[in-house]
């Protein structure tokens, strides 16, 4: 008696356990923080930031990118968390956030050809919104993680490059 009392006590642990690991999955995925605003519309971002580059003659990066996607926040950390990274962004570019989960943005995407790369994407445009790369981010990575060197090596590339 004894036995199956414990065996049933396992059973209906194993079977709450079972039932809780999709509730815990789904907390983990929404416990990052949201980077990008799913609400904006990303011509009106790139308008805003049209004007702040003009002034601080800085050029843009559009990272077009989603919320649950684990490779947008590794590079907005490393965009973050790098020295050198970070402070290039910071002296030669003006760094616009796109959602695009779910079709959002799609026609804005598609303008820089963004739409033909996986996530995140990112596109360089002049101070005058000239086009001047778009960039598959998966050419950047090393192993599970962004190479900051090849990051950093193509910031320093398209800086070079301000109108």
Wanted: proline residues 2%.
């Amino acid at each position: 008696m004894k036995n199956k009392t414990i065996a049933r006590a396992l059973f209906s642990a194993l079977i709450l356990f079972t039932l809780a690991s999709p509730f815990r999955a789904q907390a983990a995925e929404t416990a990052r923080p949201a980077i990008y605003d799913e609400s904006a519309d990303g011509q009106k971002q790139l308008t805003a930031a049209l004007e702040q580059a003009k002034k601080d003659n800085k050029i843009i990066l559009l990272q077009f990118g989603a919320n649950w996607c684990g490779w947008c926040h590794k590079l907005h950390n490393l965009f973050d968390t790098d020295q050198a990274i970070h402070s290039k962004l910071q002296k030669n570019y003006v760094v616009v956030m796109v959602d695009v989960n779910k079709g959002h943005n799609s026609d804005f995407a598609a303008k820089y050809g963004a739409d033909k790369h996986g996530l995140p994407c990112i596109v360089i445009l002049d101070s005058s919104g000239k086009h001047l790369t778009t960039k598959d981010t998966g050419e950047l990575e090393e192993g599970d993680h962004h190479s900051p060197d090849k990051v950093l090596a193509f910031l320093n590339q398209w800086s070079l490059k301000k109108s």
